[in-house]
Nanobody, 123 residues
Framework: QVQLVESGGGLVQAGGSLRLSCAASGRTFNYAMGWFRQAPGKEREFVAAIRWSGSITSYADSVKGRFTLSGDNAKNTLYLQMNSLKPEDTAVYYC?????????????????WGQGTQVTVAS
């Protein structure tokens, strides 16, 4: 069983930065981990994903060049550094894990989810 706890959300001005953290407990070695977000009235969408045991990452086009995904194996923690934030980045951000080494952009392919953390970008 895997438990995921996100932190680091908050209110920031457009152009600002935030770093989200996802602390994982349980067996996550060789899992793929990812971040998704969901804005009010919209479907949950892919943000970024990483193969936990390596450095293979993928990003949504909307965040490429602005967001960076990284992991600390010793702390079993996943980070999402978000720079140059825009109002359209406002959403609840969720950390997710899947029991497969392959990254994916589909929420349905992830097996474990955190409770989410709110990110609000003011214009």
């Amino acid at each position: 069983q895997v438990q995921l706890v996100e932190s680091g959300g908050g209110l920031v001005q457009a152009g600002g930065s935030l770093r989200l953290s996802c602390a994982a407990s349980g067996r996550t070695f060789n899992y793929a981990m990812g971040w998704f977000r969901q804005a009010p009235g919209k479907e949950r969408e892919f943000v970024a994903a990483i193969r936990w045991s390596g450095s293979i990452t993928s990003y949504a086009d909307s965040v490429k060049g602005r967001f960076t995904l990284s992991g600390d194996n010793a702390k079993n923690t996943l980070y999402l550094q978000m720079n140059s934030l825009k109002p359209e980045d406002t959403a609840v951000y969720y950390c997710a894990a899947r029991t497969s080494a392959a990254t994916s952009g589909r929420p349905a392919e992830f097996d474990y989810w955190g409770q989410g953390t709110q990110v609000t970008v003011a214009s």
